[in-house]
């Protein structure tokens, strides 16, 4: 039997530490790149953060368009101003928004956000031509620790300037609901006929396949009817708080091709995103 030299076993040990040594610098390595990422981290996970900006189109705003983060799938439609605020959670620290109208779609590139950010602001330019759309400025807010102080280099928010006691909202007892309603196919359902139930309001769904009410506010069980010249359905949003709110939803309805004379089976109503938020 062969007895190994001191010169073999010295190289055995040699050989074994940087095996062992690369290892735990593997080790080490995939550890720092799991705990990375950016924003704020929910319960579940997530990245909580708020999107929100203004999309214009030659200089004017651009109202009425849903506007979606692809990997949530929350949604809102732009108001008059062409403003739009999601507050959503992110699966991972990055979104992808896109913009709709009617059948129309334009899709932003993807966006990383930085770590410990609370808002992302973002500029939109539209192209009705071609319906493409272009970032023309975003900036992060981180968010505030304890102590009032924020993430060095990274904007934040001007503070407004003190203001006397604020007077009652124009909207003090109201609250909106409102967003698209389109056929499955992706068509606008326009003209169909949309009321919040209990509250006397109602609205019809335009060309684009918006809708907005302004209703009494009034916690508890709500539900929309939809109608049309031959059926009525109704879908429920389920029980909202106190409040006056503001409630956007996407719904995708299914009517029959041929609809039987009589037949008051209603058709298929599907409630694809709900955002309920304060108005104050």
């Not at 008059?80 to 992110?90: E, K, N, Q, R």
């Not at 620790?145 to 003190?162: K, V």
């Not at 684009?208 to 302004?214: A, K, R, V």
Request: aromatic share 4%.
């Amino acid at each position: 039997m062969k007895t190994l030299g001191n010169s073999t076993v010295h190289s055995y040990h040699q050989c074994l530490f940087r095996h062992l040594t690369r290892a735990l610098c593997w080790v080490l390595l995939l550890t720092v790149l799991g705990a990375c990422g950016g924003g704020t981290s929910g319960s579940d996970g997530g990245t909580i953060v708020r999107l929100q900006g203004k999309v214009t189109s030659a200089s004017v705003a651009a109202s009425g368009l849903l506007v979606t983060a692809l990997e949530s799938g929350d949604s809102v439609v732009t108001d008059s101003a062409g403003s739009f605020v999601i507050d959503t959670v992110l699966p991972q620290a990055q979104f992808t928004l896109t913009l709709q109208q009617g059948e129309s779609v334009a899709r932003l590139d993807t966006i990383v956000i930085p770590d410990e950010t609370a808002t992302v602001d973002l500029t939109l330019a539209l192209n009705t031509q071609d319906f493409q759309v272009t970032v023309e400025g975003v900036s992060f807010a981180a968010r505030t620790s304890d102590s009032g102080s924020t993430d060095p280099g990274i904007p934040t928010p001007t503070p407004a300037p003190s203001a006397s006691p604020a007077k009652t909202p124009t909207f003090a007892g109201k609250s909106l609901f409102s967003g698209s309603v389109l056929y499955k196919d992706g068509r606008p359902a326009t003209g169909i006929a949309i009321e919040v139930l209990g509250r006397n309001a109602s609205a019809t769904v335009d060309a684009q396949g918006h809708f907005s009410i302004e209703a009494t506010s009034r916690a508890g069980s709500t539900s929309l009817r939809l109608r049309t010249a031959i059926a009525v359905q109704d879908v429920s949003l389920g029980v909202l708080p106190a409040g006056d709110l503001d409630v956007r939803v996407r719904l995708k309805i299914d009517l029959p091709l041929l609809p039987l004379a009589g037949d008051d089976s209603g058709f298929d109503i599907t409630l694809e995103n709900k955002v309920v938020r304060s108005r104050q």
